[in-house]
C-alpha cells in the first residue's frame, strides 16, 4: 500500500513541475516505483524471472504500439498510453 500512496503523491507532485529538471527527477522516481510495484506483483503471483520478463516484453510491446499509434493519429496521448 505504501508503494501505491507514493505513486500516487509522485503523480500529483509530477503536475505541479515547473522546470524541466523537475519532471525529469519526478518521471525517474515514477518508473521507479513503478517497476518495484511490478516486482511485487510478479512475487504475488509467484512469477518466475522468465515468466516476469515475457510480462515485460508483452508490456514494452503494448506501450510501444500505443505510442505509435498517437504519433500517427495525433489524437490525446491518455487515449493510447497510461503514463
Do not use: W
Amino acid at each position: 500500500m505504501r508503494l501505491v500512496e507514493q505513486m500516487l503523491a509522485l503523480y500529483k507532485t509530477r503536475q505541479s513541475a515547473r522546470t524541466p529538471h523537475e519532471q525529469s527527477v519526478l518521471a525517474a522516481q515514477i518508473a521507479a516505483t513503478d517497476r518495484q510495484l511490478d516486482r511485487l506483483v510478479y512475487a504475488l503471483y509467484g512469477l518466475s524471472e522468465e515468466e516476469s520478463n515475457v510480462v515485460e516484453r508483452v508490456i514494452t510491446h503494448v506501450d510501444d504500439r500505443a505510442l505509435e499509434r498517437y504519433n500517427r493519429d495525433g489524437g490525446n496521448r491518455d487515449d493510447y498510453c497510461d503514463a
